[in-house]
């Protein structure tokens, strides 16, 4: 599958079936979340893909405007926080219809923290693809 048109979109875990969202504040250095909604999806749950070369992307939370970066030191289960500057990820295919939103340079993807505790759960980085827990869905919003 070829990587995704820049654009807007619904970002949903398939391990999970929870959604990437957006509080409205979105505080710097603050975990990004997944949350499975209540009924129809909103603006919280859109996320704007700014295409940069090949398959590296920006991504923003449309609601709030913050940036899905990194912090400085990256370990293996470290958390996806917001920040005013962006980060490049890759995002690699996955398999028909799914995704690895992988930090670029570094051999860490997106994970759902599925054992986490309900409603929310905490995107971590987890080196190498780990199951369906690193798959993410991109739905035109």
Not at 45 to 55: A, E, I, M, P, Y
Not at 60 to 72: D, I, L, T
Not at 83 to 98: E, S, W
Not at 126 to 139: E, F, H, K, V, Y
Request: charged fraction near 20%.
């Amino acid at each position: 599958m070829s990587p995704p048109a820049a654009g807007n979109y619904y970002i949903k875990n398939k391990a999970s079936g929870y959604y990437v969202t957006s509080d409205g504040k979105d505080s710097s250095s603050t975990a990004v979340h997944t949350t499975k909604p209540n009924g129809d999806l909103d603006d919280k749950f859109v996320f704007n893909l700014r295409k940069g070369d090949s398959d590296q992307y920006f991504i923003s939370a449309n609601y709030s405007g913050a940036n899905v970066p990194m912090c400085e030191i990256i370990q293996p289960g470290s958390t996806v926080i917001w920040t005013t500057n962006g980060q490049v990820f890759r995002i690699l295919d996955a398999g028909p219809g799914l995704y690895n939103i992988r930090l670029l340079g570094e051999n860490r993807f997106w994970y759902d923290d599925v054992a986490s505790i309900q409603p929310f759960r905490t995107i971590l980085l987890n080196t190498g693809r780990t199951g369906d827990a690193c798959n993410w869905m991109l739905q035109a919003a």
